[in-house]
């Protein structure tokens, strides 16, 4: 284990409660070097699971403990679809997460949703475990923020129905507020203030369409979660007339790099080209010079920076910068000049760096091809368009490839290869089909290029001693360890807690049990194990890669980030004077949890639209049965994945039997209270589909399998008594049919 580690940090708070800021502990830890980055991360992980509570700019003090019954505050949907509360004290949300435990005693209510407030009675369990239990429910605190949903049509105006499971709420809307909608219409609508009892009133401040408009699931995701849609006059403008800095360039219009995309890619940032020297690989990595066109502080540098990134749907794509730059000046189109950032890189036979240099330059691409077409030239089925290229340009690349495979093999990244799901729409907006994404070796050199470039980015900047975002992902939680050891240890296995977390030790665990029934299962808990990647001024170091510098350089088209350390490129390399300003530098810490806040905004959109695009494409399917597997078990049911189209369906635990169905933790299964049987995560099932809510991408299934037999010595679970049975059954919030986040 590192040090400094969490109990360590905690250990000196309690001893030393007037050691308050971070240069405090540091000094009274005698944190040095690296170990600041890491005593850093470790109070901001104690702040948001609300360990710590903040008392200054860079303060903190232990929070106390939440009384057994106080007011919480639900936050948020967990990653099993349980509801999330913290305590509310004086100065903020404070203590562990309490998870929601239903109704206290003969109490009902409304489900809560995220946002809401009420009095509610907490318990500890075993494991640092807490539960929530609500005694009353208090009106929502953000009332200001929009509902998204459906109108319906009343004699005197008519209501507004919150399409997101997340969101409960219903406004009801006076006929001269309804701003011309129609019974159906997709609207989205502003809470009036008022107090009393009864619905909320609202007002419709935007129609976004039809209900029955296959669009429909996009443009509610797009609206629910934000995401700005049309740029400013201003922004346009500038992207119409842009022309690209003037600046020295080396010529490399005669060097044949290539794109290699999918096939419906409608922008091209990055271009690759190997070629064989005696004793290893010359490798170049072209990158669209956006920098050379959003300038700092203008008004295209403004929006990005508010996008962030660009968001993907199965439909459409929502683009960080306008189309006139994303699609066409900034895009390496075939046989068309481009300014490019380009980084020039030399391997050993082994696939090791030898050295890199970074160059701003003009490039032409030789063509643009797709990754099956690279791939079909390779396996020996080359198009008209690839088959110039074959010997001078593709077969040098995977030469170049093989090499860095090689040399990858060897670091050992985390080989955790989860299949990837695309939806298909027709012309006229509606579902046509949904398709696992095939993984060709085209897709792997690209990937393993790219990762290079973003290596020697990191690299080039810290040596010439420049700020820099770097792309971070730590390692997993001490938490998460021991979760993953308690549901290992259910099957036999079991791992040392005591020992390095490493990359090589979950690649061997997922070895170990790949082609056997318990696959998915534990492909699921190693996921569930790891930290998300994350912007930070600050380097951690890159777990899952296995990489100690790593920052995103290869997509500043969609990417906001990626135009940052082009900017600190170009500034440290004197490559220009549109590089990364001082105040810009001044401010990475800001800009870095902004873009995380903008890539987790995208990512919840996409996922939402996702959802609704498979209810639709299932909800003529009602009543038929479908294989899949138990992706996540919670105290309420089970989420299962669909084998046909990857689509989450929920199974609440009070429909499986006539049995009380207990959840072990440590083993992600439910355990029958009488007969010891039991449904567990990674478990091939049978399940017919029940119910199919479109609006909101939820499924309700029910269970045709069987469940497992009792294991042999297991303890069966204690029985509750008969009050507490009654109380057994999922809340209303709880049975629609959630998926899993």
């Excluded at 007339?241 to 290699?260: M, N, Q």
């Excluded at 797709?370 to 089925?381: L, V």
């Excluded at 929920?650 to 299964?669: D, K, Q, V």
């Amino acid at each position: 284990m590192s040090f400094p580690d969490r109990q360590t940090v905690l250990d000196f708070l309690k001893e030393n409660p007037q050691a308050t800021s971070k240069q405090d502990i540091a000094r009274g830890l005698k944190v040095k070097g690296r170990e600041r980055q890491t005593l850093r991360q470790i109070l901001k992980d104690l702040e948001a699971d609300g360990t710590l509570k903040k008392t200054g700019k860079r303060a903190w003090a232990q929070a106390d403990t939440p009384p057994p019954t106080t007011i919480v505050e639900f936050t948020e949907l967990d990653g099993d679809g349980e509801l999330i509360a913290r305590a509310v004290g004086k100065e903020g949300l404070f203590g562990p997460n309490l998870i929601y435990d239903g109704y206290s005693g003969k109490m009902r209510g409304p489900a809560p949703g995220v946002g809401d407030r009420g009095l509610a009675r907490l318990k500890q369990h075993q494991g640092d475990h807490w539960t929530a239990r609500l005694m009353k429910l208090f009106e929502k605190r953000d009332l200001d923020r929009p509902v998204t949903g459906v109108f319906e049509r009343t004699a005197r105006g008519g209501r507004v129905t919150a399409a997101s499971r997340k969101d409960k709420r219903e406004l009801l809307i006076h006929e001269s507020d309804t701003s011309g909608a129609k019974d159906g219409d997709l609207v989205q609508a502003t809470v009036l203030p008022g107090k009393g009892y009864g619905l909320m009133r609202g007002r419709i401040t935007q129609i976004l369409g039809r209900v029955e408009d296959p669009r429909a699931a996009s443009l509610l995701a797009i609206a629910a979660h934000d995401i700005p849609t049309d740029f400013p006059q201003s922004v346009i403008d500038q992207a119409q007339s842009a022309e690209p800095a003037s600046v020295a360039r080396e010529d490399l219009t005669g060097v044949p790099l290539i794109t290699i995309d999918p096939a419906d890619a409608r922008d091209h940032d990055d271009a690759v080209y190997a070629q064989a020297l005696p004793d290893g690989w010359r490798v170049i990595v072209a990158i669209a010079d956006v920098a050379a066109y959003v300038t700092p502080g203008s008004a295209l540098d403004v929006e990005a920076l508010k996008r962030g990134n660009s968001t993907y749907f199965p439909d459409r794509v929502v683009p960080m910068l306008p189309f006139e730059l994303s699609a066409d000046a900034c895009s390496l189109k075939q046989s068309k000049d481009r300014a490019c950032m380009a980084v020039e890189m030399e391997f050993d036979k082994s696939g090791t760096k030898r050295k890199h240099r970074f160059m701003r330059a003009t490039m032409r691409s030789a063509a643009s091809l797709s990754y099956e077409e690279a791939q079909a030239a390779i396996d020996g089925n080359p198009s008209k368009r690839a088959k110039p290229l074959l010997k001078s340009v593709l077969i040098p690349l995977w030469g170049a490839y093989e090499a860095l495979n090689k040399a990858r093999d060897k670091r050992g990244p985390l080989d955790l290869d989860m299949p990837e799901r695309k939806v298909e729409i027709g012309e006229d907006g509606t579902v046509q089909g949904i398709h696992t994404k095939e993984r060709f070796d085209a897709h792997k050199l690209i990937e393993e290029m790219m990762i290079q470039a973003n290596v020697a980015a990191a690299e080039e900047l810290e040596r010439i001693g420049s700020r820099l975002l770097y792309r971070v992902h730590d390692t997993p939680s001490d938490a998460k360890i021991a979760a993953l050891a308690d549901f290992l240890k259910s099957l036999d296995v079991k791992w040392p807690l005591g020992e390095k977390v490493q990359t090589k030790r979950f690649n061997r665990l997922l070895n170990d049990f790949e082609d056997t029934e318990h696959e998915e299962a534990i492909s699921e808990i190693v996921l569930r194990s790891q930290s998300q990647a994350i912007y930070s001024a600050d380097n951690i170091g890159h777990f899952g890669l296995n990489l100690t510098k790593y920052a995103h350089f290869t997509s500043p088209i969609r990417r906001y980030s990626d135009l940052v350390v082009h900017r600190a490129l170009i500034a440290g390399l004197k490559f220009g004077d549109d590089g990364l300003t001082d105040k810009q530098a001044s401010q990475l810490e800001e800009t870095a949890q902004h873009l995380v806040n903008t890539e987790r905004r995208s990512m919840a959109a996409e996922r939402d639209a996702t959802d609704r695009y498979l209810a639709l494409f299932l909800a003529d399917r009602v009543g038929a049965e479908f294989e899949g597997r138990i992706s996540g078990v919670t105290k309420s049911g089970l989420f299962v994945r669909l084998a046909e189209t990857g689509a989450d369906g929920f199974i609440p635990a009070a429909t499986l039997s006539h049995e009380y169905w207990r959840y072990n933790e440590s083993s992600m299964a439910l355990i029958a209270e009488t007969s010891g049987k039991r449904y567990e995560l990674g478990q091939s099932v049978t399940v017919r589909l029940a119910e199919v809510a479109p609006l909101e991408g939820g499924l309700l299934l029910e269970m045709r399998s069987r469940p497992k037999a009792r294991r042999a010595g297991e303890d069966l679970p204690p029985a509750r008594s008969k009050r507490m049975r009654r109380d057994t059954r999922p809340s209303r919030g709880k049975s629609r049919g959630r998926r899993k986040r």
